[in-house]
Every structure is written in C-alpha cells, then in structure tokens.
C-alpha cells in the first residue's frame, strides 16, 4: 500500500503565499518524477508543476516565476511554493507520482487534494 498525503492549502488573500508538501509512504523502492496538478470548479485538471528524480523543474505558463517545486529524495516528499498568488490559482491540488512499489514495479500514485482558495 502507497500513498500521498499533501498538506499546506487554505485560505490566502491575493498577492499572498502558500507552501504546499507532499510526502510519499509504504512500501517504496523508488519514486521517478513528481508533480502538482491542479482542478478548479468546472474545469479539467490540469499540470502546475512537474519535477523529474534529479531535479529538473517545469511549469504551466500561468504559474511561471510565481510557483517554485522542489523534492526531498530523502524524504520522499514534493513541495510546490506558490507566491504572488492570484483568484484564479484556486483550485484543489493534488499531488502526483511515478512510484516504485515494492514487488508490484513502478506504480502512478495520486493524493487526495488539498483545496486552496484565493480570496480577499
């Protein structure tokens, strides 16, 4: 059994910050590329961020220079910084990897969302 579990998300007013982190558990050999994805109410879910295992970042157009990801190998655990955020960054976000489960190969994994709401 895996699993992600995110946290971070709630109410900010625009122009504010949240940090959004993800830790991975079970049984885990491995985690290949992470990433953020994002749906807002009558909308299809879409790519915010996307991180492979040495690094390398990339980002929705509409969140360039404001959303930062990073990962913690060590900790199994992706974070999405979102800054400057505006009324249209809100969404659920879940949280998504390519995880390597022990005698079951490598598995896509989705968390169950963390809602944040942008609103003055």
């Known amino acids: 059994q895996v699993q992600l579990v995110e946290s971070g998300g709630g109410l900010v007013q625009p122009g504010g910050s949240l940090r959004l982190s993800c830790a991975a558990s079970?049984?885990?050999?491995?985690?290949?590329?992470m990433g953020w994805y994002r749906q807002a109410p009558g909308k299809q879910r879409e790519l915010v961020a996307h991180?492979?295992?040495?690094?390398?970042?990339n980002y929705a157009d509409s969140v360039k220079g404001r959303f930062t990801i990073s990962r913690d190998n060590a900790k199994n655990t992706v974070y999405l910084q979102m800054n400057s955020l505006k009324p249209e960054d809100t969404a659920v976000y879940y949280c998504?990897?390519?995880?390597?489960?022990?005698?079951?190969?490598?598995?896509?994994?989705w968390g169950q969302g963390t809602l944040v709401t942008v609103s003055s």
């Open positions: 998504n990897a390519i995880v390597g489960v022990v005698a079951m190969g490598y598995l896509e994994v």
């Open positions: 079970g049984s885990i050999f491995s985690i290949n590329a």
């Open positions: 991180i492979t295992t040495g690094g390398s970042p």
